[in-house]
């Protein structure tokens, strides 16, 4: 019963998210055709590195925005964008001082904001139950970049696509920023510093705890697309981007609709240990059938789909996509329930098992560049180390869940 009523929000995120993923996916022919493996290496590079800065920006007390009460959802938000604008004016100062102060470099803080604030305003969106707003929210930024590089390829004006992309998801997120801060609801509302020293102090624990963790998953995920282009040159890592842009499509899909609403109803039902317990099991059952279904499509689909989408220079793609299926698919699991290590306050799984991936895949990608392993040999390495880690992330994440269901009974 409550998987069903769980249907409703899921199918509701997931339309924005899908049609917004396929606005990307889509993307990628273009970017095939427009920029080679160099240039999309390098792209990686940057996008990568701006999500880990974007990060730090708030110091993941954004996350308190979910714990709040829906009348309380907005100010939360407030707090959390001065702390969030503050930090990021720090970081611009910065460029100027040891930048040379190029266009990118500013796109490049504009990214910064616009990542951190999709972010922000979607938990917004999620405590108030918003969940077609936040549909809308994710399809227009892709679509907007999506018509930017489309103008871009087919009159060849070989802007980097980077540059695009910031450009324009800036273009929406920042008047969609300010229509969120205008809001009725925010007027009467002073916020000083005492009022985010306060708001600091009740959620220290996503500084303490959530910010380490999710650094270390963060950089966990971004370690090959920053250690590959270090190692093996840009042109590998433009192939480790198409390959995993494709083969990950289906994990942000759950990490965006199953995930953001999973996180919500199990927070609002976590003093009630029985519904608690029964939306887990119902969760980590779906996931486990669309993990074997995704293993099953990947390996049939995989190689007509990339001779399809692109050109014989991206032939090589292939056989880093199929490299890196068990570590996806594995994924599709830890990620969305590692949900319960935040809700239940027990980060530090979380980051046991992603510091554990992170010293893995550097010793890899050092060991194999230093005896000379070929690239794709050392993702499957890679790829297989990964599986087994988050398959012990999974037991963890069952077990917490079970220990507190048995703490409170």
């Known amino acids: 019963m409550k998987l069903i009523q769980l249907v409703k929000p899921v199918a509701m995120t997931a339309g924005g998210t899908v ?50 009460r829906e009348e309380k959802a907005l100010l939360a938000y407030r707090i959390c964008n001065r702390i969030s604008f503050t930090t990021l004016f720090f970081l611009f100062c910065l460029m100027l001082l040891f930048s040379q102060r190029s266009s990118s470099d500013f796109l490049y803080i504009l990214f910064l904001g616009t990542l ?40 060849e004006i070989h802007i980097p696509i980077f540059d695009l992309q910031a450009a324009s998801w800036g273009l929406f997120i920042l008047p969609f ?7 009725k609801k925010a007027k009467g509302n002073v916020i000083d ?28 995920r971004f370690a090959m697309p920053l250690l590959i282009p270090v190692f093996y040159g840009n042109h590998a890592g433009g192939l480790y981007m198409i390959a995993s842009k494709l083969l990950f499509f289906p994990l942000t899909l759950l990490s965006t609709s199953l995930g953001v609403v999973f996180r919500r109803e199990a ?32 390996y049939f689909l995989v190689r007509p789909v990339i001779e399809l989408l692109f050109s014989e220079v991206w032939s090589d793609a292939i056989n880093v996509a199929m490299a890196l299926i068990p570590c996806v698919a594995m994924s599709i699991m830890y990620e969305t329930l590692s949900h319960v290590f935040f809700i239940l306050n027990r980060q530090y799984y979380h980051m046991m098992v992603y510091g554990t991936i992170l010293v893995v895949a550097m010793l890899i990608v050092m060991a ?37 269901v048995k703490a409170n009974e």
Request: hydrophobic fraction near 55%; aromatic fraction near 18%; include cysteine.
């Open 116 to 155: 951190w604030h999709l972010v922000a305003i979607g938990h917004y969106l999620s405590v108030q139950r918003r969940y077609m707003t936040l549909s809308i929210l994710r399809i227009i930024p892709p679509l907007l970049f999506f018509v930017a590089l489309a103008f871009s390829v087919f009159f």
């Open 368 to 404: 194999s560049s230093y005896l000379g392993i070929a690239f794709v040999a050392s993702l499957y390495l890679f790829s297989w180390s990964i599986f087994i880690i988050q398959l012990i992330g999974v037991v963890f994440c069952y077990r917490c869940v079970n220990a507190y």
């Open 193 to 220: 510093f005492g009022v985010c020293r306060s708001f600091f102090f009740k959620y220290r624990r996503l500084f303490l705890y959530q910010l380490p963790a999710d650094l270390l998953s963060d950089v966990s």
């Open 177 to 183: 920023c300010f229509s969120v801060m205008i809001q």
């Open 19 to 68: 049609a917004g993923q396929l606005i990307m996916l889509l993307a990628l022919p273009l970017i095939g055709m427009g920029y080679g493996p160099e240039q999309v290496g390098e792209y990686n590079f940057l996008f990568s590195s701006g999500y880990l800065l974007a990060c730090l920006l708030c110091f993941r007390l954004e996350l308190g925005i979910l714990k709040e």
């Open 267 to 298: 927070i609002a039902v976590i003093h009630q240990k029985e519904q608690f317990l029964v939306i887990f099991r119902s969760v980590l059952l779906l996931l486990f059938f669309i993990m074997m279904l995704y293993v099953a499509a990947s």
